[in-house]
C-alpha cells in the first residue's frame, strides 16, 4: 500500500484498483494524508483562499432525495434574498477581505438572466472574483453569465455511478449534469464539480471512478462531501457518509490533481468538530466561510448539524482566520484563481 501512496505522490496517477485498494484499508490513513499534504504544499503552498459563501433561495424546483431544499420538503420554510440584499452581503464580504463571493441557491427560476447577470455586474463592480452555484442551466444562460463577468461555476456531479444519479435525482438526466459540465469548461469557466460520499447504494468502485472523472474532466475545484442524512427528506433513515472516508477521497483527488483549488467542505466540519482544518493538513487549500446574515443561515438546511448557523460573519471570518493561523498557514490576499503547474 506505501508503495501505491509513494507512486500517487511521485506520479500523481493511479489505476482504478489501487484507488479502490486504499479506499479500502484504514491501515495507512496517516500516511496517505501526509502525503497529500505535502503534494498540496508543494503545489499551491501554504496559502489558504477563503471564499465568502451567500446563501440567497433555498428555493428549488429540484427534488434530489438527499437535500433539504427539495421542492417536496414541506416542513422547511423557504426564502428568497432580494436583488439588494444580496448586493449588500457582498459589500460587506468585501469589508470583511474576501476576494471571493459564492453565490449559491437551489434552483430558483425566478432569478432570471437579466436578474443574475444585474447581481453578477454589481459584485464584479466590487473587484471581487465571482463563482455560481446556481445548478443547471441552458449553454445559452451559463453565456450569459459568463458574459456579464462570473469567472467560476460548481456543479457536483454528485456520483459518476449513473444509475445511482439518477435514481436520487428523480427528473434529471446525467447526460444533462455532464453537458452543463461541459458547456461550462467550453465557456471558459474555472469549473468546479465533486461528489457526495456514502450515498446509499455507492460503492468504492464507484468513487475511485468519481476521482477518474475529476481528473478526466480536469476540473479546477473538487469538492468532496459526507452524504448527511436530513430527517425531512426520503433518505432519512440511511446512514450516511463518514469523515474518514469522505477525507480519504479528497486527499487521493489531491494527490492526483495537485494543483487545483480543494475546499475543506462545511458539511466535513458538521461531522467533526475540527473538520476543516483536518481536511487543511489533508490536501485541501480552500474554506468557504457563510456571509449570509440573520436566519437565513438556519433556513439553508441542506442536512442536519450544518455549522455556524448561529454565528454572523464577522464572528465566521475571525474564527477562521485564528484557526488557520494556529497550523501555520495564512489566509491569501489574492483571488485564488487556479494556477496550472505542469504535472510530473
Ligand atoms: N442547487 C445547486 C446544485 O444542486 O448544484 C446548488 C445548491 S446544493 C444545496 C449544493 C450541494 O449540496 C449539492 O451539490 C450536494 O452535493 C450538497 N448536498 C445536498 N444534500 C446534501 C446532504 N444531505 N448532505 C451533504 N451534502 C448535501
Ligand atoms: Fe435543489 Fe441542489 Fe438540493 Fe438538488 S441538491 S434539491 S438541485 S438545492
Ligand atoms: Fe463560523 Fe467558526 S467559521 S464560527
Same mark, same amino acid.
Given at each position: 500500500m506505501l508503495n501505491i501512496i509513494a507512486k500517487a505522490e511521485q506520479n500523481h496517477d493511479l489505476s482504478k484498483d489501487e484507488i479502490v485498494k486504499l479506499l479500502a484499508t484504514d491501515e495507512y490513513n496517516q500516511e496517505l494524508f501526509a502525503a497529500a499534504d505535502r503534494v498540496r504544499k508543494r503545489f499551491v503552498g501554504d496559502e489558504v483562499h477563503l471564499r465568502g459563501l451567500i446563501?440567497?433561495?433555498?428555493?428549488?424546483?429540484?427534488?434530489?432525495?438527499?437535500?433539504?431544499?427539495?421542492?417536496?420538503?414541506?416542513r422547511l420554510k423557504r426564502y428568497r434574498l432580494t436583488v439588494e440584499q444580496i448586493i449588500d452581503f457582498a459589500r460587506k464580504a468585501k469589508s470583511y477581505g474576501y476576494k471571493t463571493i459564492v453565490l449559491q441557491s437551489g434552483?430558483?427560476?425566478?432569478?432570471?438572466v437579466p436578474t443574475m447577470q444585474h447581481i453578477i455586474r454589481e459584485i464584479k463592480a466590487l473587484d471581487m472574483a465571482l463563482t455560481l452555484s446556481i445548478g443547471e442551466k441552458t449553454r445559452e444562460e451559463y453565456a450569459a453569465y459568463k458574459e456579464a463577468g462570473a469567472d467560476r461555476y460548481l456543479l457536483r456531479i454528485?456520483?459518476?455511478d449513473k444509475a445511482l444519479y439518477e435514481a436520487l435525482d428523480p427528473g434529471m438526466s446525467f447526460e444533462n449534469r455532464m453537458r452543463c459540465l461541459r458547456d461550462l469548461k467550453e465557456l471558459g469557466y474555472e469549473v468546479g464539480t465533486g461528489c457526495l460520499v456514502g450515498? #446509499? =447504494?455507492?460503492s468504492l468502485e464507484s468513487l475511485a471512478d468519481d476521482i477518474l472523472f475529476f481528473k478526466e474532466i480536469d476540473a479546477d475545484m473538487i469538492g468532496v462531501g459526507p452524504f448527511i442524512p436530513n430527517p425531512?427528506?426520503?433518505?432519512?433513515?440511511e446512514k450516511g457518509g463518514t469523515f474518514t472516508l469522505s477525507l480519504k477521497v479528497m486527499a487521493i483527488t489531491r494527490l492526483l490533481m495537485p494543483d487545483i483549488n480543494i475546499p475543506a467542505t462545511t458539511a466535513m466540519e458538521s461531522l467533526d468538530p475540527n473538520g476543516r482544518i483536518i481536511a487543511l493538513r489533508s490536501g485541501a487549500n480552500v474554506v468557504m466561510p457563510n456571509v449570509t446574515e440573520g436566519e437565513y443561515r438556519q433556513l439553508y438546511?441542506?442536512? #442536519? =448539524?450544518?455549522?455556524?448557523?448561529?454565528?454572523?460573519p464577522a464572528r465566521c471570518r475571525s474564527c477562521i482566520t485564528g484557526k488557520i493561523n494556529g497550523i501555520g498557514r495564512k489566509v491569501s490576499a489574492?483571488?485564488?484563481?487556479r494556477q496550472k503547474k505542469k504535472i510530473g
Open positions: 446563501e440567497f433561495s433555498n428555493i428549488c424546483k429540484q427534488n434530489c432525495l438527499y437535500c433539504g431544499l427539495r421542492r417536496d420538503n414541506h434552483e430558483d427560476s425566478s432569478f432570471d454528485e456520483t459518476t450515498l #446509499p =447504494g455507492q425531512d427528506t426520503p433518505l432519512h433513515g438546511a441542506i442536512y #442536519p =448539524g450544518k455549522i455556524c448557523i448561529n454565528d454572523t489574492g483571488y485564488g484563481y
